[in-house]
């Protein structure tokens, strides 16, 4: 029989960067996000690998990026304060195409906020937060299993894409506690670091391939514009370079979107979500099955780069798209634009702290459809 | 430069964005001939830098080199040379870079007592930028954003990585050539966070401000404003007040380095009860 473990999310996230070979984690604790970081600081030593707390978030992201350039595998985790001040270091990673993974246990609100409520309020803060056009890959988990799993995957892209990937958890699934399917050892795949196959003549932003420092070539690294040697480039060459660092992303969105497809084939009403907020989406489709409304679910795990071409699939079919979120509406703007026009969009937002019901979702498909165009169901 | 040291520069990158009259060449030839008489391996060095006219230093040297954010340098290099210990990292900050903007990573970086090494090319004025205040500006003396002269009280960096922990702590300047060299190579071969304070001379802002524009003056104003102590290597030790910058090494003791702790922190969890959980 296999293994199974009652975890948190927050447990489950640790032990997927275990599993994924993570073997540098700096963090600055905070709520809700801390048990990542209280497990690591056990489990990281007992495994040879390194754990530090750093002074601040800053600190933190800076150190992850320094030791990817050190050959470590590095991850940190923080919440929505803590997020912003990693910013900075997110635009860093992201011109000097450094591989980490940065997971976000969403909370409540702008600021302090409420530390022990769940969100969803930092999707386009993942996406856009630091300054200037940038490649990120951005991920969403919506059960316990998910944190593990999706863990990995951030792993495995920040790899592949060489760009920093962000997880976005959030207070509920961070604490919430399920009895999952414990992953063996081979059973979810691992991706490894890339090397060059030639040392000398090595260039540090030419591609996929990666070398630390210390491993025979030597070279520079900066967070200013410059060219596949690290030298610094202006205009045209800078304009490339751009083009080139967004495009490696933009431009593998399908293979890089992640989802869930349920009940969706014969759907009329399509119900979008991502994160914990795709567990009542799946029950509201259930319920307005039951009631013989035809409502399927399209589960997002990639929210960056956007999946146009899932959205506009779900658009073309149905009358309506319900996009519940725990914000006022952020990824339901990636959707109407995605949706261009083909259905009606209706955004259904909670931000009392609490999880959205089944039945608030669902409401919006019960709801008379001359109250629903273009106006928020807020709960 | 002679030959010796020449094979440190990347000279594709030269010239360098420095302006005439500038310390921080002649702080960079004492960082190569430490370097080169340390005989360290060219590929195992790390230079790392912040943001300022000291970050532009790696661009010119041929180490593995890396020019991070505005006075993050300590904490990058915290993550490099955690991942890979066998690099020496040689961090390189300029004085905002180090106490304004990166205090607080400074600070702990010398609590911490990780092995590396920080050069800060303490200008007293924000260069790049075009010549505001600085926390190291002394008071008094102007700046494009203290026109009627600074009311601050500067901060003294010896002092507060005394403090702070640091094992070993010096201060010389860039008038000072040889003395230069010789804290820097100590300061490398500390065995925990070496600390080395450069005040160096900016003619173009700092003393065109102050009356000390030309490049001869400034480097003179350097050498009078400034206080060579005796080396005093007891932990008691501390910087006196006084008008004058004491020049000197305040400290140089050893105590366990983060990396060493941390290793047998890793045998004790490794061999000991905290690897109970099952491996994922």
Known sequence: MRAQRLVQGNEACAHGALYAGCDFYAGYPITPSTEVMEILSLEMPARG????????????????????????????????????????????????????????????GPSTGQPTKGAQGDVMQAIWGTHGDHPVIVLT?????????????????????????????????????????????????????????????????AGPE??????????????????????????????RELRRMVGKVRDRVRELAMFDRFMLDDATTG?????????????????????????????????????????????????????????MGQLVREIERAAGGRCEVVPVGRVDGHLLTPDQIADAARAPREHLPGKAVHA | MSENYRKFLRTSQLPHVWCPGCGNGMIVKA???????????????????????????????????????????????????????????IVIMGDGDASAIGGNHFIHACRRNLDLTALIFNNGIYGLTGGQLAPTTPTGKRSTTSQAGSIEQAFDLVRLALGAGAGFVARTTSFDHKQSASFIKRAIMHRGFGVVDILTSCPTYFGRMNDVAEPYDMVHYLRDTSSPMQDCTCAQNDAPDTELMPTGVFRD????????????????????????????
């Open chain 1, 49 to 108: 690998r390194v754990f530090i707390q750093m002074e601040d978030e800053i600190a933190s992201i800076s150190a992850i990026i320094g030791a990817a350039w050190g050959g470590a595998r590095s991850m940190t985790a923080t919440s929505g304060p803590g997020f912003s001040l990693m910013q900075e270091g997110i635009g860093y990673a992201a011109i000097t195409e450094t591989p980490c993974v940065i997971v976000n246990c969403q909370r409540w």
């Open chain 1, 141 to 205: 988990a919506s059960n316990v299993r998910d944190s593990f799993d999706m863990t990995v995957r951030a792993f495995n892209l920040a790899e592949e894409y060489r760009v920093p990937v962000i997880l976005l958890m959030d207070e509920v699934l961070a604490h919430m506690r399920e009895n999952i399917d414990w992953p063996e050892p081979g059973e979810i795949e691992v991706v490894q670091r890339r090397a060059p196959a030639d040392v000398r003549s090595f260039k540090p932003f």
């Open chain 1, 210 to 239: 990666f070398l630390p420092f210390g491993a025979g070539a030597r070279f520079h690294v900066t967070g200013l514009a410059h060219g596949a040697e690290g030298f610094a480039v202006s205009d045209e060459n800078a304009a």
């Open chain 1, 271 to 327: 119900i979008i979500a991502y994160g914990i907020t795709s567990r009542p989406a799946q029950s509201a489709v259930e319920r307005l099955r039951a009631e013989g409304t035809r409502a399927g679910l399209l589960s997002l795990k990639t929210l960056w780069p956007f999946p146009d071409h899932l959205v506009r699939e779900v658009a073309e079919r149905v009358e309506t798209i319900i996009v519940p979120e725990l914000n």
């Open chain 2, 31 to 89: 960082l190569l001939e430490a370097i080169g008489e340390l005989k360290l391996d060219q590929n195992k060095v790390v230079v790392v830098s912040g943001i300022g006219c000291s970050g532009r230093t790696p661009f010119v040297l041929d180490f593995n080199t890396m020019h991070t954010t505005h006075g993050r340098a300590l904490a990058f290099a915290t993550g490099i040379k955690l991942a890979s210990p066998e690099l020496r990292v």
């Open chain 2, 253 to 280: 003791e050893e105590r366990a380095d983060y990396a060493s702790l941390y290793r047998q922190k890793i045998a004790a969890a490794s061999g000991g009860g905290a690897g109970k959980r099952s491996a994922s």
